[in-house]
């Protein structure tokens, strides 16, 4: 019966392991999403106001 108790209580310590690794990853994927939209977006900005600068008539006389 002893037995069985540690089998029992070597597992918790292991699955709790396993569900914050998981927890972990899914974090991470979730960040590294968010950076990516981030990016685009900052990517987007940049390139309408660069365009918006070619665009625009110099005013050097």
Do not use: C
């Not at 292991?14 to 981030?38: G, W, Y």
């Amino acid at each position: 019966m002893r037995a069985a108790g540690h089998w029992l209580t070597s597992l918790q310590p292991k699955a709790l392991f396993r569900e914050n690794l998981e927890q972990t990853l899914n974090n991470s994927r979730r960040l590294a999403e968010m950076t990516i939209q981030v990016v685009d977006e900052a990517t987007r900005t940049a390139t309408v106001q660069a365009e918006g600068t070619v665009q625009r008539p110099s005013r050097a006389a």
